[in-house]
Protein backbone atom coordinates (compact mmCIF):
# COMPACT_ATOMS: atom_id res chain seq x y z
CA UNK A 1 0.00 0.00 0.00
CA UNK A 2 3.10 2.60 0.68
CA UNK A 3 3.95 1.66 -2.62
CA UNK A 4 0.66 2.79 -4.23
CA UNK A 5 0.69 6.20 -2.03
CA UNK A 6 3.50 7.43 -3.34
CA UNK A 7 2.45 6.40 -6.86
CA UNK A 8 -1.02 8.26 -6.45
CA UNK A 9 1.27 11.16 -5.13
CA UNK A 10 3.05 10.95 -7.91
CA UNK A 11 0.55 10.67 -10.69
CA UNK A 12 -2.35 13.37 -11.81
CA UNK A 13 -4.61 10.37 -10.79
CA UNK A 14 -4.06 11.04 -7.29
CA UNK A 15 -5.45 14.76 -6.91
CA UNK A 16 -8.64 13.52 -8.74
CA UNK A 17 -11.93 13.88 -6.54
CA UNK A 18 -13.06 10.20 -6.57
CA UNK A 19 -16.35 10.80 -8.11
CA UNK A 20 -14.61 12.57 -10.75
CA UNK A 21 -12.45 9.56 -11.61
CA UNK A 22 -14.28 7.69 -15.10
CA UNK A 23 -13.11 4.79 -16.79
CA UNK A 24 -11.18 6.27 -20.05
CA UNK A 25 -9.34 8.04 -16.52
CA UNK A 26 -7.92 4.49 -14.99
CA UNK A 27 -6.94 3.20 -18.25
CA UNK A 28 -4.85 6.37 -19.16
CA UNK A 29 -3.75 5.61 -15.65
CA UNK A 30 -2.56 1.70 -16.59
CA UNK A 31 -1.08 3.29 -19.76
CA UNK A 32 1.22 6.02 -17.59
CA UNK A 33 2.64 3.33 -15.12
CA UNK A 34 3.15 1.30 -18.18
CA UNK A 35 5.36 4.41 -19.49
CA UNK A 36 7.04 4.48 -16.35
CA UNK A 37 8.42 0.66 -16.35
CA UNK A 38 6.22 -1.11 -13.95
CA UNK A 39 5.66 -4.52 -14.84
CA UNK A 40 1.90 -6.16 -16.03
CA UNK A 41 1.65 -7.63 -12.29
CA UNK A 42 2.53 -5.13 -10.11
CA UNK A 43 0.17 -2.42 -12.66
CA UNK A 44 -2.76 -5.35 -12.41
CA UNK A 45 -1.60 -5.71 -8.21
CA UNK A 46 -2.41 -1.37 -7.77
CA UNK A 47 -5.40 -1.70 -9.66
CA UNK A 48 -7.11 -4.26 -7.39
CA UNK A 49 -6.22 -2.11 -4.72
CA UNK A 50 -7.98 0.78 -6.03
CA UNK A 51 -11.07 -1.18 -7.39
CA UNK A 52 -11.29 -2.41 -3.65
CA UNK A 53 -10.92 1.45 -2.89
CA UNK A 54 -13.47 2.77 -5.29
CA UNK A 55 -15.82 -0.36 -4.33
CA UNK A 56 -16.46 1.43 -0.42
CA UNK A 57 -17.05 4.48 -2.45
CA UNK A 58 -19.86 3.05 -4.06
CA UNK A 59 -21.05 1.15 -0.77
CA UNK A 60 -21.13 4.70 0.81
CA UNK A 61 -23.18 5.97 -2.83
CA UNK A 62 -20.34 8.89 -3.49
CA UNK A 63 -19.98 7.00 -7.00
CA UNK A 64 -22.48 4.11 -8.92
CA UNK A 65 -19.81 2.78 -10.98
CA UNK A 66 -16.48 1.68 -10.46
CA UNK A 67 -13.80 2.92 -13.17
CA UNK A 68 -11.42 0.12 -12.06
CA UNK A 69 -13.66 -2.57 -13.55
CA UNK A 70 -12.04 -3.47 -16.28
CA UNK A 71 -9.68 -6.17 -17.30
CA UNK A 72 -6.42 -4.99 -17.43
CA UNK A 73 -5.23 -7.28 -20.76
CA UNK A 74 -7.46 -5.26 -22.51
CA UNK A 75 -5.76 -1.94 -21.99
CA UNK A 76 -2.04 -3.40 -21.85
CA UNK A 77 -0.26 -6.33 -23.37
CA UNK A 78 0.36 -8.77 -21.11
CA UNK A 79 4.11 -9.63 -21.40
CA UNK A 80 4.87 -11.69 -18.09
CA UNK A 81 6.92 -14.63 -19.50
CA UNK A 82 6.91 -17.68 -17.63
CA UNK A 83 9.71 -17.78 -15.61
CA UNK A 84 11.62 -21.12 -15.81
CA UNK A 85 14.44 -21.71 -13.27
CA UNK A 86 18.44 -23.31 -14.15
CA UNK A 87 18.39 -27.09 -14.82
CA UNK A 88 21.11 -28.27 -12.35
CA UNK A 89 23.32 -28.59 -14.81
CA UNK A 90 22.91 -25.36 -16.30
CA UNK A 91 23.24 -23.87 -12.70
CA UNK A 92 27.05 -25.88 -12.55
CA UNK A 93 27.84 -24.59 -15.81
CA UNK A 94 26.60 -20.27 -15.39
CA UNK A 95 28.90 -20.30 -11.45
CA UNK A 96 31.53 -22.17 -13.54
CA UNK A 97 31.06 -19.41 -15.89
CA UNK A 98 30.83 -16.19 -13.62
CA UNK A 99 33.45 -17.63 -11.59
CA UNK A 100 35.96 -17.80 -14.14
CA UNK A 101 34.97 -14.32 -16.26
CA UNK A 102 37.00 -11.55 -16.28
CA UNK A 103 33.80 -9.28 -16.60
CA UNK A 104 31.24 -10.83 -14.07
CA UNK A 105 33.64 -12.75 -11.61
CA UNK A 106 33.40 -9.68 -9.39
CA UNK A 107 29.83 -10.76 -9.00
CA UNK A 108 30.40 -13.86 -8.28
CA UNK A 109 29.81 -13.80 -4.33
CA UNK A 110 26.23 -11.91 -5.03
CA UNK A 111 25.13 -14.80 -7.62
CA UNK A 112 26.43 -17.58 -4.69
CA UNK A 113 23.91 -15.78 -2.01
CA UNK A 114 21.27 -15.40 -4.29
CA UNK A 115 21.40 -18.77 -5.58
CA UNK A 116 22.10 -20.08 -2.10
CA UNK A 117 19.48 -18.16 -0.61
CA UNK A 118 16.31 -17.50 -2.62
CA UNK A 119 16.25 -14.23 -1.73
CA UNK A 120 14.64 -11.41 -3.68
CA UNK A 121 16.94 -8.94 -4.86
CA UNK A 122 15.29 -5.52 -2.83
CA UNK A 123 16.30 -7.68 0.16
CA UNK A 124 19.13 -8.73 -0.93
CA UNK A 125 20.09 -4.59 -1.78
CA UNK A 126 18.82 -4.17 1.78
CA UNK A 127 21.41 -6.43 3.88
CA UNK A 128 23.53 -4.66 6.43
CA UNK A 129 26.51 -5.83 8.26
CA UNK A 130 23.99 -5.70 11.09
CA UNK A 131 21.55 -8.39 9.51
CA UNK A 132 24.02 -11.03 8.74
CA UNK A 133 24.88 -13.32 11.99
CA UNK A 134 28.11 -15.58 10.75
CA UNK A 135 28.09 -17.17 14.36
CA UNK A 136 25.00 -18.52 14.38
CA UNK A 137 25.15 -18.49 9.90
CA UNK A 138 22.00 -16.56 9.42
CA UNK A 139 20.54 -13.99 7.62
CA UNK A 140 17.62 -11.88 8.88
CA UNK A 141 15.78 -10.44 6.62
CA UNK A 142 13.39 -7.51 7.68
CA UNK A 143 13.18 -5.21 4.91
CA UNK A 144 14.21 -3.97 1.31
CA UNK A 145 15.79 -1.89 -0.19
CA UNK A 146 14.22 -0.11 -3.21
CA UNK A 147 14.91 3.63 -5.29
CA UNK A 148 12.87 5.41 -7.65
CA UNK A 149 13.68 8.29 -9.99
CA UNK A 150 11.32 10.91 -8.32
CA UNK A 151 12.46 9.67 -4.43
CA UNK A 152 15.39 8.50 -4.74
CA UNK A 153 16.37 5.48 -2.20
CA UNK A 154 14.37 4.53 -0.04
CA UNK A 155 13.74 1.30 3.01
CA UNK A 156 10.33 -0.70 2.99
CA UNK A 157 9.50 -2.86 4.90
CA UNK A 158 7.67 -5.91 4.53
CA UNK A 159 4.20 -5.59 3.22
CA UNK A 160 3.02 -9.24 5.34
CA UNK A 161 4.50 -10.70 8.39
CA UNK A 162 6.02 -13.68 6.22
CA UNK A 163 8.59 -11.55 4.50
CA UNK A 164 10.39 -11.23 8.19
CA UNK A 165 12.53 -14.38 8.37
CA UNK A 166 15.80 -15.67 9.18
CA UNK A 167 17.57 -18.02 6.06
CA UNK A 168 20.40 -20.63 7.47
CA UNK A 169 23.47 -20.20 5.20
CA UNK A 170 24.88 -23.04 3.59
CA UNK A 171 29.15 -23.62 3.29
CA UNK A 172 29.06 -21.70 -0.07
CA UNK A 173 26.87 -19.24 1.15
CA UNK A 174 28.29 -18.57 4.49
CA UNK A 175 31.78 -18.17 2.89
CA UNK A 176 30.49 -15.86 0.40
CA UNK A 177 28.98 -13.10 3.04
CA UNK A 178 32.89 -13.54 4.86
CA UNK A 179 34.63 -12.40 1.01
CA UNK A 180 31.90 -9.69 1.26
CA UNK A 181 32.39 -8.26 4.55
CA UNK A 182 35.83 -8.64 4.10
CA UNK A 183 35.79 -6.34 0.59
CA UNK A 184 33.36 -3.58 2.15
CA UNK A 185 35.75 -2.77 4.99
CA UNK A 186 36.84 0.98 4.97
CA UNK A 187 33.59 1.79 2.47
CA UNK A 188 31.90 5.54 2.93
CA UNK A 189 29.02 5.54 5.65
CA UNK A 190 25.81 5.97 4.36
CA UNK A 191 22.40 6.06 6.16
CA UNK A 192 19.55 5.34 4.46
CA UNK A 193 15.96 5.72 6.28
CA UNK A 194 18.01 4.74 9.55
CA UNK A 195 19.96 1.79 7.57
CA UNK A 196 23.82 2.16 7.35
CA UNK A 197 26.38 -0.65 6.72
CA UNK A 198 24.88 -1.90 3.38
CA UNK A 199 26.89 -4.80 2.16
CA UNK A 200 26.81 -4.83 -1.68
CA UNK A 201 28.10 -1.28 -3.00
CA UNK A 202 28.68 0.32 -6.35
CA UNK A 203 31.63 2.24 -7.48
CA UNK A 204 30.58 5.53 -5.99
CA UNK A 205 29.87 3.38 -2.62
CA UNK A 206 26.20 3.95 -2.71
CA UNK A 207 24.18 0.56 -2.40
CA UNK A 208 23.35 -1.01 -5.39
CA UNK A 209 19.33 -1.57 -6.90
CA UNK A 210 17.50 -3.57 -8.71
CA UNK A 211 18.41 -2.19 -12.07
CA UNK A 212 21.97 -2.35 -11.46
CA UNK A 213 21.68 -6.37 -11.26
CA UNK A 214 18.69 -6.33 -13.97
CA UNK A 215 21.37 -4.66 -16.35
CA UNK A 216 24.30 -6.61 -15.31
CA UNK A 217 21.97 -9.88 -15.18
CA UNK A 218 21.23 -9.23 -19.27
CA UNK A 219 24.57 -8.52 -20.01
CA UNK A 220 25.97 -11.87 -18.31
CA UNK A 221 23.33 -14.12 -20.09
CA UNK A 222 24.20 -12.63 -23.37
CA UNK A 223 27.88 -13.78 -22.83
CA UNK A 224 27.43 -16.34 -21.41
CA UNK A 225 24.93 -17.87 -24.32
CA UNK A 226 27.64 -16.89 -26.64
CA UNK A 227 30.25 -20.05 -25.56
CA UNK A 228 27.64 -22.17 -24.68
CA UNK A 229 25.18 -24.94 -26.28
CA UNK A 230 22.29 -24.75 -23.94
CA UNK A 231 21.08 -21.45 -23.42
CA UNK A 232 20.07 -19.90 -20.29
CA UNK A 233 16.68 -19.04 -19.53
CA UNK A 234 14.84 -16.41 -22.21
CA UNK A 235 13.82 -14.58 -19.18
CA UNK A 236 17.47 -14.64 -17.14
CA UNK A 237 16.87 -11.92 -14.39
CA UNK A 238 17.83 -12.13 -10.23
CA UNK A 239 14.47 -13.66 -9.96
CA UNK A 240 15.58 -16.25 -12.13
CA UNK A 241 17.84 -17.62 -9.24
CA UNK A 242 14.78 -17.19 -6.74
CA UNK A 243 12.83 -19.47 -8.64
CA UNK A 244 15.50 -22.31 -8.78
CA UNK A 245 16.55 -21.75 -5.39
CA UNK A 246 12.45 -22.65 -4.75
CA UNK A 247 11.98 -25.18 -7.24
CA UNK A 248 15.74 -26.87 -5.84
CA UNK A 249 14.67 -27.70 -2.51
CA UNK A 250 10.65 -28.17 -3.57
CA UNK A 251 12.26 -31.12 -5.66
CA UNK A 252 14.35 -32.20 -2.83
CA UNK A 253 10.89 -32.94 -0.73
CA UNK A 254 11.26 -30.01 1.10
CA UNK A 255 7.98 -29.15 3.93
CA UNK A 256 6.17 -27.36 1.75
CA UNK A 257 5.45 -25.35 4.89
CA UNK A 258 8.86 -24.87 5.79
CA UNK A 259 9.67 -23.76 2.46
CA UNK A 260 6.96 -21.22 2.60
CA UNK A 261 8.90 -19.88 5.63
CA UNK A 262 11.63 -19.48 3.82
CA UNK A 263 10.73 -17.77 0.53
CA UNK A 264 8.84 -15.35 2.52
CA UNK A 265 5.14 -16.12 0.43
CA UNK A 266 2.54 -14.75 2.02
CA UNK A 267 0.07 -17.12 0.22
CA UNK A 268 0.76 -21.19 0.45
CA UNK A 269 -0.08 -21.17 -3.49
CA UNK A 270 2.36 -19.32 -4.34
CA UNK A 271 4.95 -21.95 -2.84
CA UNK A 272 2.90 -25.00 -4.28
CA UNK A 273 3.23 -24.12 -7.65
CA UNK A 274 7.05 -25.57 -6.93
CA UNK A 275 6.20 -28.73 -6.48
CA UNK A 276 7.01 -30.88 -9.22
CA UNK A 277 3.73 -32.60 -10.51
CA UNK A 278 3.29 -36.04 -8.67
CA UNK A 279 2.23 -38.60 -10.44
CA UNK A 280 0.00 -41.17 -8.99
CA UNK A 281 3.45 -43.85 -8.55
CA UNK A 282 5.50 -41.34 -6.29
CA UNK A 283 2.43 -40.47 -4.62
CA UNK A 284 1.50 -44.28 -3.51
CA UNK A 285 5.77 -44.51 -2.88
CA UNK A 286 5.64 -41.53 -0.88
CA UNK A 287 2.63 -42.79 1.63
CA UNK A 288 4.38 -46.28 1.67
CA UNK A 289 6.85 -45.02 3.10
CA UNK A 290 5.60 -42.73 5.62
CA UNK A 291 3.18 -45.69 6.69
CA UNK A 292 5.69 -48.22 6.88
Not at 73 to 80: F, G, H, I, P, Y
Not at 130 to 157: C, M, P, W
Not at 211 to 219: A, L
Not at 250 to 264: F, R
Amino acid sequence: AKQLMRILQEDKLGACRIENVKLSDAKEWALRMKEKGYGFKTINNHKRSLKAAFYTAIQDDCIRKNPFDFQLNTVLEDDTEPKEPLSPTQEAAFLSFVQHDKVYQKYYDEIIILLGTGLRISELCGLTEADIDLDKQLINVDHQLLRSAETGYYIETPKTKSGIRQIPMSEKVYEAFNRVLKRRRGAKAVTIDGYSNFLFLNRDGYPKTATNYDGMFRGLAKKYNKYHEEALPKVMTPHTLRHTFCTTLANAGMNPKALQYIMGHSNINMTLNYYAHTTSETSITEMKRLIA
